[in-house]
T-cell receptor, first 114, second 114 residues
Framework: DAKTTQPTSMDCAEGRAANLPCNHS???????VYWYRQIHSQGPQYIIH???NNETNEMASLIITEDRKSSTLILPHATLRDTAVYYC???????????????FGQGTILTVHP | KAGVTQTPRYLIKTRGQQVTLSCSPI?????VSWYQQTPGQGLQFLFE???????NKGNFPGRFSGRQFSNSRSEMNVSTLELGDSALYLC?????????????FGAGSRLTVL
């Protein structure tokens, strides 16, 4: 699975959009980009994933560049409850020897301020 | 529907003892994977089971083992506990592997080894 690079920490004001970048310059053509977050002492929570196209769900939007070497997770209206560690993960489609394996990096600590 | 359930949530053991942790996946999910989270190493993949078979294994010593039952419930066991085994152990489940399956994590079992 390709390696990802994320900023160590970011701040955001409550109510504003939080834009979290992720670099994955060695991504392969069939690898997906996943985002998870972990609020202190809880299990990671799935946010969104995508392959080539931009994706949006009730939690966030995922913008993937045309060359797929980087992506941005957007939380449109951040709240205090969005304070968490955000993990960007690149992973091959499940199957073979990679069924349940996610390779987590250090993630980005997002702090949302009042 | 109910999420991923891990028991016990907290436990304290002493060096040399063994411990068994349990994970009940989301109903209908047949893939269960285990992760260890420590402050120093972050989230690391332990192993993954599907249909009672171990499909993938991380880089951990043989003291760490697991199994999956016919109802998809899984257990992991750590024998001859060491201080460094103190960690949050997380279980995740997913449905039929293939494509871009999403992992749903439990709240974790926090193990303290004294």
């Amino acid at each position: 699975d390709a390696k990802t690079t994320q900023p160590t920490s970011m701040d955001c004001a409550e109510g504003r959009a939080a834009n979290l970048p992720c670099n994955h310059s060695t991504i392969s053509g069939n690898e997906y980009v996943y985002w998870y977050r972990q609020i202190h002492s809880q299990g990671p929570q799935y946010i969104i994933h995508g392959l080539k196209n931009n994706e949006t769900n009730e939690m966030a939007s995922l913008i993937i560049t045309e060359d797929r070497k980087s992506s941005t997770l957007i939380l449109p209206h951040a709240t205090l409850r969005d304070t968490a560690v955000y993990y960007c993960i690149v992973r091959r489609p499940a199957g073979g020897t990679s069924y349940g394996k996610l390779t987590f990096g250090q993630g980005t600590i997002l702090t949302v301020h009042p | 529907k109910a999420g991923v359930t891990q028991t016990p949530r907290y436990l304290i053991k002493t060096r040399g003892q063994q411990v068994t942790l349990s994970c009940s996946p989301i109903s209908g999910h047949r893939s269960v994977s285990w992760y260890q989270q420590t402050p120093g190493q972050g989230l690391q993949f332990l192993f993954e089971y599907f249909s009672e078979t171990q499909r993938n294994k991380g880089n951990f010593p043989g003291r760490f083992s697991g199994r999956q039952f016919s109802n998809s419930r899984s257990e992991m066991n750590v024998s001859t506990l060491e201080l460094g085994d103190s960690a949050l152990y997380l279980c995740a489940s997913s449905d039929q592997p293939g494509g871009a399956n999403v992992l749903t994590f439990g709240a974790g079992s926090r193990l303290t080894v004294l």
